[in-house]
Structures are given as C-alpha cells and as structure tokens.
C-alpha cells in the first residue's frame, strides 16, 4: 500500500493530481481506505465508457473496495466538458462521504479550485466548423479572427486553445476573455482541502508507463481497440485515449503491433511530461507527494 501523506482530516476533501502511470489511483484508494470517502475522477478521457483497459480506469476489485463515481458513464462519442464535470461533481461535494478527486486533468482541478467562467454552450455548427479550419491549416486566419483581449491571453501557437476561443467569440459575440473575467466563486476553496500534487521524476516515471502499458496489453487493451474499430472516429472525445490512435492504426494494416505499441508509449511519456508542465506551472501552492519514497 503507498505511503499515506501525513495529517489526513477524515472531513477535509482531498485532490489528488499527477501525470499518468504516477500511481494516483492506488493513493486514492488507500486514503479512501484508511480515511473514508469516496473516490472521484478528474479525468477528461476516463468518464467515456468505451476506454476501460487502455485509459487504466478503476477495476472491479478497487470498485469493491471503495466507492468509485464519475468514471466510465459518458458515451464515446459525447462531448463532455469541465463544466459538465463540474455540474456532476457539485452533489458529490455536498454529500455524505468526503470526494477523493484524482486524475490528471489539470484544467478540471482549476475551474474546481479558481472558478469556471459560465460560456454558454457552442452550436454543434460551430465546432464542426471549427474543426474543420483547424484540420485544414486554417489556423492563423482563425487567430486574426479572434478579439484583441482573447488573443492576448491564450497560447496562440495551441490549436485547442484556439478553436476555443473562436468558437466562444462566434456562438456569443464575446471574447472568452471577457467571460473569464466574469468568472464566478469556484466551488471548492483550495484552503478547505488536502491538495496533493505528485511528483514523479522523468526517469522513475518512464518504466512505469512503459511496464504499464505492456499490462495493458495482457489485460486486453488491443481487444478493446478491436471493439472500437468500427465506430472509430478520430475527432471523437474518446479518441484522445493515449494509446487509441496507435492500436486502430495497427488494427488497420497501417503498422506493427510492436510500432503501435512504442509509438504508444512514446506519446504516453510526452503526456506525462506536458503534465508535469503544467502541474509545476499552476499547482506551486499544493502539496508535494514523492512518489520515489
């Protein structure tokens, strides 16, 4: 069982943040274990119930032995938000166990934690169209399309962030910056709960993701692929599952099996890294777990 962090409050939320493979999920558990409450996912891709072994959501075993919410009851090809996570999450943070959250989304930690700017949702004709600028090569007129303030505020060299800004502008005539200037209380006061972010060195952490994903493997991972085959599409929400690309492709003539699965752990550890990025960039004030001790 990991080491627990010293002074748990059996009433205090704990948040739990780290890049994949950190061994976030066995914390989780073992707090819920010792402490109480029920475990809680931040993870953007393990809410979709067409990625169980590859996106290494909770088992049967852990279920049973401690309560699990918010993992796997999303369709694949249904959007799903931070404001829609934040919407499900709100009862649970008011109910009678203590929430666990763990995942490695850092973006649903932040709205939780610094509130959620209240964008209405976009027309599914706009984020087609969106898409398909960004599929092909549109995106630095997508960039001057944008309003000044937004421009000025996000990562224009980001497609994602992009997108999102123009979509936001298109559907209500305002900048996302203007609305996230406007952004509400958040939910949860960091300094009302245990935030624990870990640290997982590059090379601690790069055997685990490759041991990790070769278990996937004898769990059924490429059996799982097998079952999405069909229904593939790659600007699906599911479809960002790290691995799933690779092991369509294989499952498509398109590679080996041994490719697919070194280009799948390969993208697995830039994954992490851009994680661990963006932890140590937003998440200076948590907690830091050593996941070497």
């Given at each position: 069982m990991p080491k627990l962090p010293g002074g748990q409050d059996p009433d205090r939320p704990v948040l739990i943040a780290g890049p994949t493979a950190s061994g976030k999920s066995a914390?989780?558990?073992?707090?819920?274990?010792?402490?109480?409450?029920?475990?809680?996912?931040?993870?953007?891709?393990?809410?979709?119930?067409?990625?169980?072994?590859?996106?290494?959501?909770p088992?049967?075993?852990?279920?049973?032995?401690?309560?699990?919410?918010?993992?796997g009851?999303?369709?694949?090809?249904?959007?799903?938000?931070?404001?829609n996570w934040l919407r499900?999450?709100?009862p649970i943070l008011h109910g009678p166990k203590r929430p666990i959250i763990v995942g490695g989304t850092g973006l649903?930690?932040?709205?939780?934690?610094?509130?959620?700017?209240d964008i209405p949702a976009i027309p599914d004709m706009i984020r087609d169209d969106a898409r398909r600028r960004i599929a092909t090569n549109d995106l630095p007129r997508m960039v001057d399309e944008l309003d000044a303030e937004s421009a000025a505020a996000i990562d224009l060299k980001n497609p994602a962030r992009v997108a999102r800004a123009w979509e936001v502008l298109q559907a209500t005539g305002r900048g996302i910056a203007s609305w996230q200037a406007a952004t509400p209380p958040p939910l949860l006061e960091p300094a009302t709960a245990d935030c624990i972010v870990l640290h997982a060195p590059k090379e601690w952490l790069t055997p685990r993701i490759q041991k990790r994903f070769d278990l996937m493997m004898q769990r059924g991972a490429l059996d799982e692929a097998r079952a999405n085959l069909a229904q593939w599409r790659p600007d699906a929400?599911?479809?960002?599952?790290i691995g799933a690309p690779e092991l369509i492709a294989h499952l498509k003539g398109e590679t080996s099996l041994a490719d697919a699965?070194?280009?799948?752990?390969?993208?697995?550890?830039?994954?992490?890294?851009?994680?661990?990025?963006?932890?140590?960039?937003?998440?200076?004030?948590?907690?830091?777990?050593?996941?070497?001790?």
């Amino acid at each position: 069982m990991p080491k627990l962090p010293g002074g748990q409050d059996p009433d205090r939320p704990v948040l739990i943040a780290g890049p994949t493979a950190s061994g976030k999920s066995a914390l989780a558990l073992a707090i819920a274990e010792a402490h109480g409450g029920v475990i809680v996912n931040a993870d953007a891709i393990q809410v979709f119930a067409n990625w169980s072994v590859l996106t290494a959501r909770p088992d049967p075993t852990d279920i049973a032995r401690a309560p699990h919410k918010l993992y796997g009851h999303i369709p694949g090809h249904h959007e799903y938000s931070v404001g829609n996570w934040l919407r499900e999450l709100t009862p649970i943070l008011h109910g009678p166990k203590r929430p666990i959250i763990v995942g490695g989304t850092g973006l649903y930690f932040a709205a939780l934690t610094q509130g959620l700017a209240d964008i209405p949702a976009i027309p599914d004709m706009i984020r087609d169209d969106a898409r398909r600028r960004i599929a092909t090569n549109d995106l630095p007129r997508m960039v001057d399309e944008l309003d000044a303030e937004s421009a000025a505020a996000i990562d224009l060299k980001n497609p994602a962030r992009v997108a999102r800004a123009w979509e936001v502008l298109q559907a209500t005539g305002r900048g996302i910056a203007s609305w996230q200037a406007a952004t509400p209380p958040p939910l949860l006061e960091p300094a009302t709960a245990d935030c624990i972010v870990l640290h997982a060195p590059k090379e601690w952490l790069t055997p685990r993701i490759q041991k990790r994903f070769d278990l996937m493997m004898q769990r059924g991972a490429l059996d799982e692929a097998r079952a999405n085959l069909a229904q593939w599409r790659p600007d699906a929400p599911s479809s960002k599952a790290i691995g799933a690309p690779e092991l369509i492709a294989h499952l498509k003539g398109e590679t080996s099996l041994a490719d697919a699965r070194d280009r799948a752990v390969i993208a697995t550890r830039q994954f992490a890294k851009r994680q661990r990025t963006w932890f140590n960039a937003r998440m200076k004030h948590w907690a830091v777990w050593d996941c070497t001790v």
